[in-house]
């Protein structure tokens, strides 16, 4: 089974799409991950 946090789910043309959470928090989940991790690439998501 492999998991994927919804937040981190992107679609297809780069965009955030569908998050329950709002499209405001899983844009600052993304850049919170970014700024810890220092390796964030949408398109690998």
């Known amino acids: 089974m ?10 297809t043309n780069g965009s955030l799409t569908g998050y329950a959470g709002e499209l405001w928090r899983k844009q600052w989940l993304l850049e919170h991950e970014a700024k810890i991790t220092g390796n964030f690439n949408p398109r690998l998501f």
């Open 2 to 11: 492999i998991v994927i946090q919804c937040h981190r789910v992107i679609g």
